[in-house]
């Protein structure tokens, strides 16, 4: 004789794989949180040719607020730049699944310096290349190079 008496307590098989199916589809469609940010943080004197300048920059983070304080604390502790200009480090900006360059006329005492942020690498490359040109004058435009170009999200 087969036991009537069914056990109320216990989940069917059938039960917990339609479960473990919508748990897994929710996760999938969900939307996923963004992780991958970055910040660029500039002290910028008056007169950079006299004062210097002092970049800090971060891509990769998981949130927007770290990659600001990371990118501050990078360019507070830019050894090549002077205290002063350290001392003026600002996050100029934040973003996210894009790129930062950097480019600077690498002679000492010169104003050449230029930065960009873009959806691209050629896009930030470029952008910050002209910002150097227009900054570094007739005489050392020539001159300016990039001198870092880091993209956020592995681009």
């Known amino acids: 004789m087969r036991n009537s008496h069914r056990d109320y307590g216990q989940p069917h098989p ?12 929710a996760l999938l469609l969900s939307p996923q949180p963004v992780v991958a940010e970055g910040a ?25 607020a770290d990659a600001e304080s990371t990118a501050l604390e990078e360019c507070r502790k830019t050894q090549a730049a002077p205290p002063q ?19 600077m006329d690498p002679k000492d005492g010169t104003p050449g310096v230029g930065w960009a942020i873009a959806p691209t690498r050629s896009g930030a490359e470029a952008g910050a290349m002209m910002k150097c040109v227009e900054t570094a004058g ?7 190079e990039l001198q870092a170009t880091r993209c956020d999200d592995q681009r």
């Open 85 to 103: 200009a350290r001392a003026l480090c600002k996050v100029v900006e934040s973003f996210s699944r894009q790129c930062v360059s950097i480019a």
């Open 138 to 144: 007739l005489d050392r435009a020539q001159h300016c």
């Open 40 to 64: 660029l943080a500039v002290g910028l004197p008056a007169n950079v040719a006299k004062d210097g300048v002092a970049i800090g920059y971060v891509v990769n983070r998981s949130n927007r």
């Open 14 to 25: 059938r039960a917990i794989r339609s479960g473990v199916g919508l748990v897994l589809c």
